[in-house]
């Protein structure tokens, strides 16, 4: 008897349309919670503090040991704003209402940038195919030809260029980013 007392009063409920709204209100309340801190932790993060300063900023991210920064050793123009981009991306995160379940059961599903869209946001300036964010991630080769002096007539951010053989022993320091920015995102919603 409780069974299908319980039933029929899921049912009324659900018929009622009251409680879909309030789910909704409250999943729309944690999931804008959780965005702010994802879009606060990627714009805190030093790899995007650092190139977003352009190329006279310092090494904060501490993947490249010596002189030159993320800006400068990717190879971006002085006039690029690469992290727009990401941004862009991060913000158009969103969340939709899937189906219902069982009962008072909703579900919710986050849209969130695919691994394709964020490599097509951020390609490498020099090498096409390969994303600057999956570089920063897993490694980018190169560093010990790495250059840097004031003002270089041939260099496209204007203080760095490759040099045709190596000058240095320098090896780069992958470090977690964007995907590490995003794991803690989903996971607040686990």
Known sequence: MATILKRQFIKEVRA??????????EVKKQFDQAKANLLREFDEHPVTVEIEAGSGAENLSGTLVGKGNLFGFIGFRSSDTPIAAVRNLLNSISFKNTKNGQGLTYEYKIDEPSQEEIKAATPMPWLSGRSWIAGIESGISGLSRFLTRKSLAT???GVAIQTDKPINKASFKPRSYLSGILDRFRKSFE
């Not at 009622?16 to 209100?25: D, L, Q, V, Y």
Request: net charge positive; glycine share 8%; no cysteine.
């Open 16 to 25: 009622s349309g009251a409680i879909e709204p309030f789910a909704k209100k």
């Open 155 to 157: 260099s496209r951010s």
